[in-house]
């Protein structure tokens, strides 16, 4: 197993573009989970998945950001119409948790995708 | 809501000396509580964590920490630290009653110095 991947690691971009970044998580971890991160601070929840299923979305998520775990394995978090504002640190992680109701997650990151956008 | 409060952005400290790093959070219902360190061009990864039982837990490398219900805090201790530690720490929380998220802290700098 090679951990989390994500791709592109870095994307640069004009404003008014769409771009999608990929997450392929550990192949038996059943949470996915998007987060951003801008300089000097921590990780912001974005969304979350178990299996297939977008369970949760935080209000940082405006209509121009998408998410999808298609079949339960790799995630897409598609971002239309880019703004300055978005350019980010946007990191994935998977967890393996027993237990629909679980909290107990020990979050498994990816390197991060870098997202600039001019 | 939970939330978690990093008190130091920065902590400069010289090697071999000792260093706290300290994290308060905020919560209606019990907790998980995590610290994760980020050591430079590298991802995030665990560190320690309190789930349950022993409110003091440590690391492999030497770290500990301890969960204070009373103050709210789960501050991270090392006796003496090295060069190698050298990092951006961040604490978080996720809740253990039907919450899946996980909520960090603005992180906080160390630097060990020669």
């Known amino acids: 197993d090679t951990g989390v991947s994500q791709d592109p690691r870095h994307k640069i971009t004009k404003r008014g573009q769409n771009v999608t970044f990929r997450c392929d998580p550990i192949s038996e971890h059943n949470r996915l989970y998007w987060y951003r991160q801008t300089l000097g601070q921590g990780p912001e929840f974005l969304t979350y998945?178990?299996?297939?299923?977008?369970?949760?979305k935080s209000r940082l998520l405006s209509d121009r950001f998408s998410a999808e775990r298609p079949k339960g394995s790799f995630s897409t978090l598609e971002i239309q119409r880019t703004e300055q504002g978005d350019s980010a640190m946007y990191l994935c992680?998977?967890?393996?948790?027993?237990?629909?109701?679980?909290?107990?997650?020990?979050?498994?990151f990816g390197a991060g995708s870098r997202l600039t956008v001019l | 809501a939970q939330s978690v409060t990093q008190l130091d952005s920065q902590v400069p400290v010289f090697e071999e000396a000792p260093v706290e790093l300290r994290c308060n959070y905020s919560?209606?219902?019990?907790?998980?509580l995590f610290w994760y360190v980020q050591y430079p061009n590298q991802g995030l990864q665990l560190l320690l964590k309190?789930?349950?039982?022993?409110?003091l837990v440590e690391s492999i490398n030497g770290f500990e920490a301890e969960f204070n219900k009373s103050q709210t805090s789960f501050h991270l201790r090392k006796p003496s630290v090295h060069i190698s530690d050298t990092a951006e720490y961040f604490c978080?929380?996720?809740?253990?009653?039907?919450?899946?998220?996980?909520?960090f802290g603005a992180g906080t700098r160390l630097f060990v110095k020669a």
């Open positions: 919560s209606s219902v019990s907790v998980y």
């Open positions: 978080a929380v996720s809740l253990n009653t039907g919450g899946f998220k996980t909520i």
């Open positions: 998945f178990q299996n297939e299923a977008q369970l949760e």
């Open positions: 309190y789930l349950s039982g022993s409110t």
């Open positions: 992680a998977s967890s393996l948790t027993q237990g629909f109701s679980s909290g107990a997650n020990v979050l498994t």
